[in-house]
């Protein structure tokens, strides 16, 4: 099997349960309606195990653009493979997600909210302010990459590392996953809104694409941002890309401190 098969199956399973997961507890009708956060954070960390488990040892299983080019940045990864695994991936994710919609397909004329569809496919804020928000996806995909680096900067037993890693993405979504929905993928997202865009889903609305760049870029920035401190810290290399993201992110931080204090001034 070729990598780029590798990464398109990788990805896709990981749709499959993740978006399964969100489906199964917010769409009108199922058995498992209303099961909760716990549930959805679970079940995503429940796939990326799957995934790891099914395409690891072919593709490395990066399953994510901002896997891809967080190690593509410090050497870890050769950057004329980037635009490969990245295309694997959003198909993969497109396809997974057409996958969930013909799964569940009773249960979209059931659910008459179209944010809620939406949801199955796509992330969105649960306050919706644009720097915090992709703050909130610099931050989730910053220690992502960082976790995934020092995880495997350890020995484990055979076939433990996808539990670990599947652990890491419980974490995140549990402690980090509120305020945006932990996207922390740029195929994870938009290969799904894709779908949700061309899909003939009953009831649909829009698929925000206003809000759709946040989730591509966040994740990006966080990922490289997360690689290159890891070298900094444990590695005692120094990447020029940390000059450039690192002033990036941290303009993105004053924007969103400034804006909120500005939000509540004009509430006071």
Do not use: C
């Not at 992330?123 to 995909?141: D, F, H, M, Q």
């Amino acid at each position: 099997m070729s990598e780029f098969l590798g990464e398109f199956i990788g990805t896709m399973l990981l749709l499959i349960f993740g978006a399964g997961v969100v489906a199964g507890v917010i769409l009108k009708g199922t058995k498992s309606e209303n099961a909760g956060w716990l549930v959805i954070t679970s079940g995503w960390g429940l796939a990326v195990m799957v995934a790891i488990f099914a395409v690891g040892s072919i593709s490395g299983a990066h399953l994510n653009p901002a896997v891809t080019i967080g190690l593509a940045s410090v050497g870890e990864f050769p950057w004329e493979k980037v635009p490969v695994y990245i295309l694997a991936q959003l198909l993969g994710a497109f396809s997974g997600a057409v996958i969930v919609w013909i799964h569940y397909l009773p249960h979209w004329k059931e659910t008459k909210e179209q944010a809620t569809q939406l949801a199955v496919f796509a992330t969105g804020p649960a306050i919706r302010k644009t720097w915090a928000n992709l703050l909130s996806e610099v931050i989730g995909s910053f220690i992502l990459i960082f976790g995934l680096l020092t995880i495997g900067a350890n020995t484990f037993s055979e076939g433990l590392k996808p539990f670990i890693v599947g652990g890491l993405i419980v974490a995140i979504g549990l402690s980090l996953g509120g305020t945006t929905g932990w996207a922390i993928n740029p195929a994870r997202d938009l290969g799904p809104r894709i779908a949700h865009y061309i899909l003939p889903i009953t009831g649909k609305g829009k698929s925000d694409w206003g809000y759709a760049w946040i989730p591509v870029v966040g994740p990006i920035l966080g990922g490289i941002l997360g690689a290159v401190i890891y070298k900094a810290l444990f590695k005692q290399e120094i990447y020029p890309l940390l000059w450039v993201v690192a002033p990036i992110v941290l303009v993105i931080a004053i924007l969103a401190v400034i804006k909120e204090k500005k939000s509540v001034s004009q509430e006071q």
